[in-house]
């Protein structure tokens, strides 16, 4: 039943133009199989398919939205599993991309006991640092509504001038740009190569989601609490909606026209992995469906209650896409989540 509402809501929802394409990395997480230990330290790993793109776009799919991935992956066992569990969640797979010379990406992930995640890449070169601008499915991208990606694919070339094509190609037909930088400064050759290439893209967004250590990384160590800084620094002219999330503690927003912020969901942490994605999601699930709510304060701060317990639900389970929530599951959770 669920699998034929889902199928149900991604035609409407591609006839009405809500299409979501998540642009970047797909790749499997090992993910210890206890917590709070260092990656040394665990005895075991559970393989999770992870990428903070592809993870975004299960996310809407499973809440019943519409979307759609592009990016590379390795003519491998892990690369076709990956294909394999996006079209089990009913997300487009017609812009994704084989490499018979490049594995599909692997990392490690850990929570340590004191709270801090570690990462531990296996890309060298990856599949998806390998995607280049003539692979791109660009009627895909035509009939987005919103197209989103992160940072990870502007390190390294090809990868790179494929993103920003894509990107100029979603802008010229109309798209609003979805943004979440998702620092990894163990990818980046330097801390101010990571500066300069989350920053050189910043003022294409029409939204965009940040942490607080980003900000404090991005305005090299000012106070992220301090909405001055936010304004002044990262929100730029053309933006609809800048998002700063605080874990736990919920998120802040800021437009043109207001600013505030939506308190967050207390649960019991088992994994973070996966927690801003599945926020992501939620956000992006709402806005595809009604684009007024960049315009309404009342029914984004709804919106924005609805993608907070999105990522509530998500840090109860280990890995990623696994602990992707429905909608059914949202509003079991919070009846009062109702997403517009």
């Not at 996310?59 to 979307?67: K, N, P, T, V």
């Not at 798209?175 to 050189?200: F, H, Q, T, V």
């Not at 992006?284 to 007024?292: E, F, G, P």
Request: proline content about 5%.
């Amino acid at each position: 039943m669920c699998a034929e509402s889902n199928e149900l809501t991604n035609k409407e929802g591609k006839e009405t133009n809500s299409l979501v394409v998540c642009f970047g990395e797909m790749l499997i997480d090992f993910v210890p199989t206890v917590g709070g230990v260092s990656l040394a330290e665990a005895p075991a790993f559970k393989k999770a398919p992870g990428g903070a793109p592809a993870n975004v776009a299960v996310g809407i799919s499973r809440l019943g939205g519409s979307s759609a991935f592009i990016g590379k992956v390795g003519a491998d066992e892990f690369g076709y599993m990956l294909a394999d569990i996006l079209k089990q969640n009913n997300v487009e797979t017609s812009g994704m991309r084989f490499d018979p010379s490049a594995r599909t990406a692997l990392a490690f992930v850990t929570l340590r006991a004191d709270g801090e995640r570690e990462f531990l890449f296996f890309r060298n070169p990856s599949a998806d640092m390998l995607l280049s601008e003539s692979e791109l499915d660009k009627n895909l991208l035509k009939k987005a509504r919103i197209f989103h990606y992160g940072s990870i694919s502007l390190i390294d070339e090809p990868c790179k001038s494929a993103h920003l094509a894509a990107m100029s190609i979603a802008k010229k037909s109309g798209c609003i740009l979805s943004y979440d930088p998702n620092l990894r400064l163990a990818l980046w050759p330097s801390p101010e190569a990571a500066r300069k290439g989350i920053m050189d893209i910043w003022n294409e967004a029409d939204i965009i989601k940040i942490s607080e250590d980003e900000i404090r990384f991005l305005t090299g160590g000012d106070d992220p609490y301090d909405d001055n800084v936010v304004l002044k620094k990262l929100f730029h002219p053309s933006l609809k909606l800048l998002i700063v999330t605080e874990g736990s503690e919920g998120c802040r927003y800021y437009t043109k026209e207001f600013r505030g912020r939506v308190a967050g969901v207390q649960v019991k942490p088992v994994d973070t992995t996966g927690a801003g994605d599945s926020f992501v999601s939620g956000i992006l699930y709402c806005i595809a469906t009604d684009q007024t709510i960049l315009q309404e304060e009342k029914r984004l701060q709804k919106a924005l209650y609805f993608a907070n317990v999105c990522g509530a639900i998500t840090v109860t389970e280990r890995g990623a896409i696994p602990a992707l929530p429905t909608k059914e599951s949202v509003l079991q959770f919070s009846p009062e989540a109702l997403p517009i």
